[in-house]
């Protein structure tokens, strides 16, 4: 992560329109970077359980947004969209998105990433934001809660849980492990910390 000074600060706003599984962390880059032209709007983190929705809510935004920024960034991958949104930002020259397929991708790098699935192609990956909300997008989301019988249907095929960790935060960790434990998983923990995300950002940011 880059330090405030080594940073010219820019007067124009530029809008990122994000997931909101990536909100507190583009936040904690717009502090840590000094991006005070930086805009944040997020979508809501659970349209990942209906991706179909995505592309058309960002052209709405996108459309909203039209003449009011400098320059205009989707803090999305594809995200399970299967090229809806790369569909969308053709008809928005100069909006780009985030690369990769998801945001393991824009974590850890879609090397790295590859790289774990061969190892393991049974992996199930969480990030801060999903070990946060673990028991809401996953226990709850599958009815695990009240029919834990459903976790082999789930999960049965999955050998690892792999935590692509932002922060270092010892409860958070702590909170990972007990997910695998409950899923019955091996479990691999994996630092990426914001520089990926960062070197993405900074160059609309930036520029």
Request: proline share 4%; charged share 25%.
């Amino acid at each position: 992560m880059s330090k405030p000074g080594d940073r010219q600060p820019r007067t124009q706003p530029v809008l990122v329109i994000a997931c909101g599984a990536l909100g507190r962390e583009l936040h904690a880059l717009k502090q840590a970077n000094g991006w005070d032209q930086l805009r944040i709007r997020c979508l809501p983190a659970a349209l990942h359980l209906r991706p179909q929705e995505i592309a058309p809510r960002l052209r709405a935004e996108l459309e909203r947004a039209q003449g009011q920024y400098a320059r205009i960034f989707i803090g999305y991958a594809d995200c399970g969209t299967y090229g809806g949104i790369d569909r969308v930002l053709a008809d928005f020259p100069g909006v780009a998105r985030l690369s990769g397929l998801h945001c393991y991708d824009v974590y850890a790098g879609a090397e790295r990433i590859e790289h774990l699935t061969e190892d393991e192609p049974g992996t199930f990956y969480l990030t801060d934001f999903l070990v946060r909300f673990f028991d809401r997008l996953v226990v709850e989301t599958l009815d695990l809660d009240r029919h834990p019988e459903l976790l082999e249907a789930f999960f049965g095929n999955y050998k690892r849980v792999v935590y692509l960790s932002q922060t270092r935060d010892a409860e958070l960790l702590a909170e990972a492990r007990s997910a695998a434990a409950r899923l019955g998983l091996e479990f691999t923990h994996v630092h990426t910390g914001y520089d990926a995300l960062d070197a993405q950002v900074a160059l609309v940011a930036e520029a």
